[in-house]
């Protein structure tokens, strides 16, 4: 006896096993079907004109890759400076308002390091006299991020 199925006649047999492998074939079968619509959605669209990718010359790449290595290590520095002042400014913290100074110095640095890369990218691309990629600051979200109808 397996199951019970040897002690059920041959068609309760056959329902019993539909009912049993039903929900996880649909189980399976669902995600399939999930899996495959998400691939084709994920695939990537045309590119409008003039967002193509520059093609760049062997002594362009060596100077952008210079100048990226060089940002790279700068910023771990800075942030890891950042870090440890934030976290010393944290551990001395003695209430709510000063552990929100803390954050905020920290962010505002963070900030003023990436507007400092931002601004030295830029002079890299004109330099190089490629094309900048665009930013995701006044697009199509606003100046905000938030839509058409920001609330400052």
Do not use: H, Y
């Not at 959605?41 to 060596?62: D, F, I, N, V, Y």
């Amino acid at each position: 006896m397996v199951g019970g199925f040897e002690e059920l006649p041959p068609m309760s047999r056959s329902l019993t096993l539909q009912r049993w492998l039903l929900p996880p074939v649909a189980a399976a079968l669902a995600m399939a079907l999930q899996v495959g619509a998400s691939q084709a959605q994920s695939q990537p669209s045309p590119k409008p004109p003039g967002q193509e990718r520059a093609k760049l010359t062997e002594s362009q790449k060596l100077e952008l890759f210079k100048a990226r290595r060089g940002w790279a290590l700068r910023d771990n520095a800075a942030r890891m400076a950042i870090l440890q002042k934030s976290d010393r400014c944290v551990q001395a913290a003695i209430d709510l308002e000063t552990l929100r100074g803390c954050l905020g110095d920290e962010r505002m640095a963070n900030r003023r390091l990436m507007e400092t890369t931002r601004n030295d990218a830029t002079a890299l691309a004109q330099r190089l006299g490629i094309p900048m990629p665009e930013g995701r600051g006044e697009g199509k979200r606003g100046p905000w991020g938030r839509g058409s109808n920001p609330q400052p």
